[in-house]
């Protein structure tokens, strides 16, 4: 087994490999922070004055706020005072009460004319002093903003999304997170394990990341997926009519009744949403397929796991006799707490159950999930045949783009803190999604067969990148003009030009008729109405727009540094409207007759030694 081979996963997580990291991730930083050239002492001096400034404008800005919300008092105080004496004057005038209208007209008429000169000698006065002081503080906090940005923006810089996958890989050595989804890892795993390309029209890729453990390949994915739902639609109708009724006097008379009618209706809609998992690849047990999905059990009371591993227990039985009389095989594990929390009842090979799930396997996995420390038995396992599906709770929430506006801060300190923490809590998102796995030892123990990659390839990119990296524009630049939804981005048509890829940028969307039905509902009168119920048709639409990839191979510090240069060469294209880069990627509105910007971008980049020499 591999000398960094994790046997008791959540264990090691703690004891060693989150230690590991942390202090990897620190140093990290410093290091840094150090090419940065950014001084820690200077940036600290200026983000306490911007600080002071900041609380100084957001005192002065309160004041500001109350002379003029007092303002705003002695107004309606004045006018409310205005309109009774008004009132009294209509007493002595029209009424002729000479008592009220003098009690009333008096004071009225004095206290408005009071408020309003509070008006006009306080309040005003007020806040035009205010509005000064605020204006003064508000310029003084927003110059020692730009000026402390202004220091620390060599250090931020320089931080690129990439930077999570670069400190797991140097920190944690078991798991091996790649730089990109390369082409052959993508030829391997699609022929020898029959994972399929993302050719769904109803799904685009948002984010990937690939990796291997001892050899055996991984992907975290997250999509953009759409559904056709049911939505319901609603409409009313406002009806009356009169009855005559009874008064109990002896006397009938006509009253006017009302309803509110309502109608319903449901008709498909698309729904959008985001969906986090993770695909692994393993020789191990290659016959077996299974599914587990969380218990649902309360793992904070020791009591409620033991009853319901008891409840459990009889089910299992009652199923093994069940499965027994359809000649199914199905023998339950001895270990009656594992069967019950973990599942797993429909698999389809016990003999390869058995050699996957050991004894060491079965503690690993009870820990897991008994335990809710970080995150519990959040997570669904399916395995069928050589490849394993891990999706989790926790990691759909998580944002594992890497960007650095997840940490990114004016003060040094505060961005150091941030950027521990958000490296912190990445790695526990994708740790504990490769938890299940790691807590199988077989799988450790495993390494694949050598493969014999192709030579050549229709493209030079998986189109699973391309999708992340075209979905990092704004998708708005590839609707059809007359949508109303977002976009599922699919990249089709591949060409490779030296080591770029001209691809077709297929939007899929839908534009929105404006429909009415009409549904019958019977009123209160005792007569049926046609209540209207608007609803929306939503009919398919496609957009192609045709755009260029190229792997860098640089930071996004680098690219950033030599966009000027691109801009000189290609024109606008390159500017941050109509490209965009992403972890090694760059992504540009093309034209497929102009077919010198690759070569041209590997002369400025010298893109192709770097690319040979990282393979």
Known sequence: MDDNAILEPRKMYESKVRVDLLDYTSKYFDDVLRRSGVSQDENEMLSKQYEKNAADAEEKNNKLKGSKGLRTFFIIMAIALAIVGAVGIYFIVELQDLTIGLSMTIPGFALAILFLVLILA????????????SDEANKKRDESYQAVVSQISPLLSLFDEAMPSEIIRKSVPLIQIDDYFDIKKFDYMHEKYGFLDNDSETASTLFVMSGSIVGNPFLML?????????????????????ERVYDGNGRYRTVVRSQVLTASIRRPAPDYSTYTHLVYANDAAPDLSFSRRPCGVNVKNEKSIDKFVEDKADDIRKYAEKALKEGKKFTPMTNEKFEALFGGLDRDHEVQYRLLFTP?????????????VPFGDDFTFLKRKELNYISSSHSQSFDISGEPRNYIHYNVNKTKENFIAYIDNYFKCVYFDLAPLLSIPLYQQNKPFEYIYKKNYMRNYTSYDEEAIVNHFDYHRFLHPASITRAILKVLYPSKRGKTDQVTVRAHSFEGIPRVEYVTVMGG????????????????????????????AKSRHEYNSRQSELIDKFGERF????????????????????????????????????????K
Request: proline letters at 5%; glycine letters at 2%.
């Open 222 to 242: 997250r999509n953009l997926n759409m559904n056709m739902i049911d939505k319901v639609y609603t409409g009313t109708l406002p009806i009356t009519w009169t």
């Open 360 to 372: 060491l396997a079965q503690q690993n996995l009870i820990e897991l999930i008994t335990n809710s």
């Open 525 to 552: 009168d005792g007569h049926p109405h046609a209540v209207p119920v608007h609803w929306t048709e939503y009919l398919p639409l496609v957009q192609d727009t045709p755009i260029s990839i190229k792997r860098f």
């Open 122 to 133: 306080y309040s005003n006065k007020k806040i035009k002093e205010h509005q000064k002081a």
């Open 575 to 614: 500017n941050n409207e109509s490209a965009t880069y992403n972890r090694g990627y760059v992504a540009y509105f093309s034209d497929p007759e102009d077919d010198n910007i690759d070569s041209e971008i590997d002369k400025l980049f010298k893109y192709n030694k770097q690319i040979e020499e990282d």
